[in-house]
């Protein structure tokens, strides 16, 4: 059974850290381009970072570049979002997903795989 599991969210105070990690079982993450999303209440989803299957290419949404990283352990069969500098409104359910196209994307249509989510609160 292809699965995919968050963790690593919580509370942490602004400008604070967080690693989130992305484990997958059942198949091999590194064969599949990985997309971070977050929805906060009230809100769409949408797209914080990916990074592709192919060339190990990353993207960013405007909105965390310079603060989040994403990296992959193919090892470990993992992709982790490292998350700096944190602010309230990065607070939201964090969901990593996989997809089978080559290149990165922000649309979660075209994602195949999702995990459950992690919950991420910023606040003091």
């Known amino acids: 059974q292809l699965q995919l599991v968050e963790s690593g969210g919580g509370l942490v105070q602004p400008g604070g850290s967080l690693e989130l990690s992305c484990a997958a079982s059942g198949f091999t993450l590194g064969y599949y381009t990985i997309g971070w999303f977050r929805q906060a209440p009230g809100k769409e989803r949408e797209g914080v970072s990916c990074?592709?299957?192919?060339?190990?290419?990353?993207n960013y949404a405007g909105s965390v570049k310079g603060r989040f990283s994403i990296s992959r352990d193919n090892a470990r069969n993992t992709v982790y979002l490292q998350m700096n500098s944190l602010k309230p409104e990065d607070t939201a359910v964090y969901y990593c997903a996989a997809s089978t196209y080559y290149y990165c994307s922000v649309y979660a249509s075209e994602y195949d795989y999702w995990g459950q989510g992690t919950q991420v609160t910023v606040s003091s």
């Open positions: 990074i592709s299957r192919r060339s190990g290419s990353t």
